[in-house]
């Protein structure tokens, strides 16, 4: 069980919890939620549900997420689904900023923000 984003003799993961996620490309913009346990993160939005695993580094972690539509609705901020996202993060007290790509759209830059909201 991770506690306070610290596992016992391992390095700093995102703290198990739920997190409001907002974030963009230059394609468009959203918003929806995610739980993070252990090293999985699961969640979404009104049309697409987000699946992956998170991984720490020495300066923060790494999170690799699938995409899948749900619902009709909202373009997808990358203009395709699903899509594959790696993504790069940094702690910012309890919450997390991070930055990324598609593997589908590789230069297409996408930014997340994660805000702690509950365990």
Known sequence: MIKSGRRSGAKR??????YKVQFETLM???SGIVVVS???IRGG?????YFG?????ENG???DIETKRHSPGRPSVFNMEPVNIQLTGMFDGPNAICTGTAKQVPGLI???VLTFVSE
């Open 13 to 18: 993961i995102l703290a198990e919890g739920i």
């Open 28 to 30: 468009g913009a959203g």
């Open 38 to 40: 252990g090293d999985r």
């Open 45 to 49: 939005d009104d049309a697409f549900a």
């Open 53 to 57: 695993k998170l991984k720490p580094t």
């Open 61 to 63: 972690f790494t999170a």
């Open 110 to 112: 996408f930014k997340v």
